[in-house]
């Protein structure tokens, strides 16, 4: 009966501590830095800025190439004059105007491409006739329709921005898995409802990619315009007022300009649409 109820004897294995393999460790203090992703972008700005800084001093011509110093001193001097904040405004006004009425416009084509085959049709068709149409081609006749006014400007940043948001969005829209649609179908979702609860969801990430490739094209379209047509409506935008300086000869005031542009784009690319990816598709879990 003792036999049954024999123990072994416990056996205890010395384990090398210097050749277990590393769960985690520390992160340096550069480490965590270099994860920020802004500090990352802020310092690649500053080494740009420095190598401006640096060619400018050595071409020594601020006629030709003023320094970033000089840049910023004509950009701060045109802020506090009211300058650049007044031809922004007018720039920014006009480019959120067509800007919308191109998303309205994409948002009413792509959502007739989806419903049948004649409107992907009609989409497909449209996209092929005018995307490759540039948009400061169209200006002319704009003028001719439109009048002197900001209408003619308005005209031919919608059809920049039109095609590339249609185009997207619609390829976002056919990239959506039919197991998703059938999932909206089996809660008896139709038409409007599918596409605002299913598919927009599913395809935010090329639509939001189409919005940032559209607002580019919106953006160098409306400067474009502005330095060929200059004035709308009695003011003129920021490239009305890069032109007027060139033909000045004040090449700071023109870098300040270009400089006023550039901080936009920063601005709506990493603050504005960085946001709205970051509260959806990252949040959804689409994009890490």
Do not use: C
């Not at 007044?86 to 419903?115: E, F, H, K, P, Q």
């Not at 829209?173 to 649609?181: A, N, Q």
């Not at 059938?182 to 990430?205: D, T």
């Amino acid at each position: 009966m003792t036999d049954l109820f024999t123990f072994r004897p416990e056996v205890i294995n010395d384990v090398d501590s210097g050749n277990a393999p590393i769960v985690a460790k520390s992160v340096s203090a550069f480490e965590r830095v270099y994860r920020l992703g802004f500090l990352r972008k802020a310092f690649i700005l500053l080494v740009l800025a420095a190598i401006w800084e640096i060619y400018g001093r050595w071409l020594a011509n601020p006629l030709l190439f003023p320094t970033f110093g000089q840049t910023v001193e004509a950009f701060v001097a045109n802020i506090v004059n009211g300058v650049i904040p007044d031809r922004m405004i007018v720039s920014l006004r006009t480019l959120v105007i067509g800007y919308g009425i191109g998303i309205v416009l994409a948002s009413l084509l792509t959502t007739l491409a989806i419903g049948s085959r004649l409107g992907a049709d009609l989409l497909e068709t449209l996209t092929s006739m005018f995307n490759p149409l540039p948009a400061i081609a169209l200006l002319p006749l704009a003028l001719i329709w439109f009048g002197l006014g900001s209408g003619s400007v308005i005209f031919v940043l919608v059809h920049s921005v039109l095609w590339a948001i249609a185009l997207n969005t619609h390829a976002g829209f056919r990239s959506v898995s039919p197991t998703l649609k059938m999932v909206g179908q089996n809660y008896h979702l139709k038409r409007l409802k599918l596409v605002r609860l299913i598919l927009i969801p599913a395809a935010f990430p090329a639509i939001l990619t189409g919005l940032k490739v559209g607002w580019a094209f919106a953006w160098r379209t409306l400067i474009a315009a502005e330095l060929v047509f200059g004035v709308s409506s009695g003011s003129g935008g920021l490239g009305w007022f890069i032109y007027e300086n060139r033909n000045q000869l004040e090449t700071a005031n023109v870098f300040a300009g270009l400089f006023t542009v550039i901080l936009i784009g920063l601005f709506v690319e990493n603050i504005i649409f960085a946001a709205i990816e970051r509260k959806t598709v990252r949040r959804w879990g689409m994009q890490h």
